[in-house]
C-alpha cells in the first residue's frame, strides 16, 4: 500500500472536507465531513480544545490553530487510529 503524504496540512487554512477525508477516507466527501464532525462533537475534551480556538460546527475552513488541536488530539492522519 501506498504511504499519503500529509505534510500539506501543517501549514495554512484548508477545507474541512480536506482534512474530514484525512481522518476518515470514503468514496463521499460529505460521509468523511459527517463522521469528523461527528468524532469531535462525542469528544468533549476534543470539542473543548476546538471551541477555545473558535471552531463553530458548521465551519467550512479549518484555520491551523484548529487543525494543530485535531493534530494533537487526533496525530497526524497517517498515524491515527480512530477505530
Request: charge should be neutral; charged fraction near 15%; aromatic fraction near 8%.
Given at each position: 500500500m501506498r504511504d499519503i503524504n500529509y505534510d500539506f496540512i501543517l501549514t495554512g487554512c484548508h477545507p474541512f472536507?480536506?482534512?474530514a477525508a484525512c481522518y476518515f477516507p470514503s468514496?463521499?466527501?460529505s460521509s468523511s465531513s459527517r463522521s469528523?464532525?461527528?468524532?469531535?462533537r462525542s469528544h468533549?475534551?476534543?470539542?473543548?480544545?476546538m471551541l477555545a480556538v473558535e471552531y463553530d460546527e458548521h465551519?467550512?475552513?479549518?484555520?491551523?490553530?484548529?487543525i494543530a488541536v485535531l493534530i494533537r488530539h487526533l496525530?497526524?492522519?497517517s498515524e491515527a487510529s480512530l477505530v
Open positions: 472536507s480536506t482534512i468514496g463521499y466527501i469528523l464532525r461527528r468524532y469531535i468533549g475534551a476534543l470539542l473543548a480544545d465551519d467550512n475552513i479549518l484555520t491551523p490553530a484548529q496525530g497526524v492522519p
